[in-house]
């Protein structure tokens, strides 16, 4: 069984660009989790998507935005790039969006802002 | 509101000793915690979920205590190995308030010398 995928695997931007960042759940997951993983922080939630729609995001500003497609893979789109969006991006699926769920990670985005 | 605090950002011990991880929250308790590891430049791997009327849940070699009164999980690896040697999260997950998302600790990174 394929695990969680994402593409690409490295992204050099410029600031005020943007990027977009995919990510394929593993076959039957319906819901996606994206993380920001900065240098030295642990994993800030960003965003959480089931069934095609968005249940919950982290305090992040509204430039960080995302959309989940009727095959439960998902987009996470961030704007107006700043230097500090440098990070490793990391998506997550599980079956549903159920507390007690593990959430099977991808090998993550690595963003770089230049 | 929630705060994770994992005991040490690096903890250093000898082959074959017992490596116990730390992890504290402020305020309520989660209706679940779980543990995931982390190797360099990789996503997190779950390895166990304990639930907040469980006192201890048990692995192979790891066990993971679970106490409310203290509002801390402990993580344990007995007979531990060089192969152990990750970074390891713990996450509470905030089902039960507004919040219902998990929110990661920054982790502690685990080093067993042969």
């Known amino acids: 069984e394929a695990g969680v995928t994402q593409s690409p695997t490295h992204l050099i931007k410029t600031r005020g660009q943007q990027a977009t960042l995919r990510c394929s759940p593993i076959?039957?997951?319906?819901?996606v989790y994206w993380y920001q993983q900065a240098l030295g922080l642990g994993l800030q939630f960003l965003l959480w998507y089931d069934e095609g729609e968005e249940r919950n995001r982290g305090n992040f500003p509204p430039r960080f935005s995302g959309r989940q497609f009727p095959n439960y893979s998902s987009e996470l789109n961030v704007n107006a790039l700043e230097l500090e969006d440098s990070a490793l991006y990391l998506c997550a699926s599980s079956p549903e969006g159920l507390p007690y769920n593990e959430q099977f990670f991808g090998p993550g985005t690595r963003l770089t802002v230049l | 509101s929630q705060k994770i605090e994992q005991n040490s950002e690096a903890l250093n011990i000898q082959e074959g000793k017992t490596a116990t991880l730390t992890c504290n929250y402020t305020?309520?308790?989660?209706?679940?915690l779980q543990w995931y590891r982390q190797d360099p430049g990789r996503g997190p791997v779950f390895l166990l979920l304990?639930?907040?009327?469980?006192k201890e849940k048990r692995k192979e070699r790891l066990k993971v205590t679970f106490d409310t009164t203290l509002k801390q999980s402990l993580f344990h690896i007995t007979a531990s190995q060089p192969a152990d040697s990750a970074t390891y999260l713990c996450?509470?997950?905030?089902?039960?308030?507004?919040?219902?998302?998990?929110?990661f600790g920054s982790g502690t990174r685990l080093s067993i010398r042969p």
């Open positions: 304990i639930r907040e009327n469980e």
């Open positions: 076959s039957g997951h319906t819901s």
């Open positions: 996450a509470l997950d905030m089902s039960g308030s507004s919040a219902s998302k998990i929110i």
């Open positions: 305020n309520y308790s989660p209706a679940y």
